[in-house]
C-alpha cells in the first residue's frame, strides 16, 4: 500500500534537513579541530623554548685495550646523564638518546704499567668525554653513578678445575648418578694474592630439586672484583636414572664347615628382592649375593631356624630383602672319620 503523496514528500523534506544539519556539524567540527592543532602547535612551540631537565642513558666504552690484557672488573655498561637546555635542543636526546654517541675512555691513559690494577677514573674525564659531543647550550647537572673504576690483569692466572656450589636432588623415584661439566676447567685471571688462595672455581650457587631426567644447565661464576673467568659460563649435565625393583634366587652356603660336615637348608635357596638403578640392573647376577652361615654362629644357635643375613651385596644396590627371612636347617655328616669310628676294643661302628 502506497502513503499518500503529502505523507511522502513531509518525510523526504525531514530527511533532508536531517542529513544537512549533519553536514553543518561536520564541517563545524572539522574548522574546530584545525584551529585546536594549529593553536597545540603554538603552544608547543612556546613550551619547547623553556629550560627543561632530562635523563639520558649514555653507553661507557674503553678502547685501546692492548692484546693479553684483560679487565677483570669493567666500567659500568653506560651513565645516566642529567642534563638542562631549551626543549628544541632536548627534543633529540629525548628520543632514546638520538644523536649520543658512547663516552668513549683510552685505556692507555690508565695504564701504570702494572701487571694488575685497579684503577680509578675521575668523574671529570667521563663527563668531558660526554660534553665533547654535545651542543655547548647544553648543561650537565648530575651523572649517576658518579665514582668509576675498573680491574685490568696482564696475564696473571690459573687454570683450575670446576666445582660445583651448592646441591642437586631428584625425586623419590630417582637417583643422580653423577654430574659433569663442560669444560671441565676455566682460566682465572686474578692478582697474585688471590690466585695462591684458590684450589677450584666454584660455580654460583645452585638449588636445583626434583629432577626425573637427565638435563643440562649453564652456570655461571660468583662476581668478585678483581676476578673473571674465562670462559664466563661452563655447562654442567645432571646425570640422573630411575629405580626398578628386581628379584633374584640364592642359594644358602656355609662357611667355616669342618671336613666331612655340610649344610642343608629349607628351602635351599631364597628370593631377594632388591632396588637399582635402571642402567645397571643387566649387570646384577645371582652371583652377586652372597648368603651364608657359619659353623660357629650355627653351633651357638639356640632355635630350630636360622636368621639369614647377606654377607655381600653388589654396589648401586639398595632396599634389599630376603623371602623367607628365616629357615630350617640341618648339619649334616658327609661321611665318617675312621678313627673315631673305632671301638674302645678297636672294632668299627
Known sequence: ???????????????????????????????????????????????????????????????????????????????????????????NYLRSGKGVAPIVLDFAAYDNGSATAKVSVPATDVQRAFQQQINASVRVLRMSPNQFEFHYNKGVSRRLAVKLAGKISTRQQNYMQGFSFSPDSVTVYAPASVLDTLQYAYTESQEITELDRTMTFNIGFPSICGVKVVPETVAMTARVDYYTEQSVSVPVIGLNFPAGMSLKTFPATVTVKYRVGASNARFIQPGNFVLAATYEELLANPASKYRLQLRSIPEGVSNVRIYPQEVDYLLEQTHFDEEKAQTPEGGRL
Open 1 to 91: 500500500m502506497q502513503l499518500p503523496r503529502r505523507i511522502r514528500t513531509s518525510k523526504d523534506r525531514a530527511a533532508h534537513g536531517f542529513t544537512s544539519l549533519l553536514r553543518e556539524k561536520g564541517r563545524d567540527m572539522l574548522v574546530f579541530a584545525f584551529f585546536l592543532v594549529v593553536s597545540t602547535g603554538f603552544w608547543l612551540l612556546q613550551k619547547l623554548n623553556d629550560t627543561f631537565e632530562a635523563d639520558i642513558r649514555v653507553p661507557l666504552e674503553m678502547e685501546g685495550v692492548p692484546h693479553g690484557t684483560v679487565i677483570t672488573t669493567p666500567l659500568p655498561r653506560e651513565v645516566v646523564v642529567t642534563i638542562q637546555d631549551k626543549g628544541t635542543n632536548l627534543f
